[in-house]
């Protein structure tokens, strides 16, 4: 499936973080990256170790939803909802509520975006 910006919430690395500990992955980290394990499904995600209150990449987005979907455990309309729990007041840091918050893309992102092209 192609993700349009509309689809991507802003969310941050904090947020992620906690809604996939509420999926059962554990973190650990390393100099460079942050791994996410869950046994259950076998499901690794790796991603770039950043600060939580960083937002997140649409491609790092995409690949953990895919790995989510690919391994049987969430759905995209699923974790969205697991995201929205995850959040403790349930905004995103600028005030705009996830997954209704405005686009941050360019026409030339959501042109390289609907031909298949993540952007970071």
């Keep these: ?20 500990a509420r999926l059962g992955f554990v973190r650990s980290q390393a100099d460079t990256y942050s791994a996410y394990a869950e046994s259950e499904h076998e499901a690794l995600i790796v991603l770039p170790k950043v600060a939580d209150d960083e937002p997140v990449s649409d491609r790092h987005y995409i690949a953990v939803t895919a790995t989510l979907a690919g391994k049987g455990i969430s759905t995209r309309d699923e974790f969205l909802a697991v995201l929205r729990k995850a959040a403790k ?30 952007k970071d």
Excluded: V
Excluded at 1 to 20: D, K, V
Excluded at 95 to 113: D, F, H, N
């Design 1 to 20: 499936m192609i993700y349009t910006p509309s689809q991507i919430p802003e969310i941050t690395y904090g947020q992620l973080t906690r809604a996939l």
């Design 89 to 118: 007041n349930g905004h995103h840091q600028n005030g705009a509520a996830i997954g209704t918050a405005p686009l941050r893309e360019s026409a030339e992102s959501q042109t390289k975006l609907a031909a298949g092209e993540a």
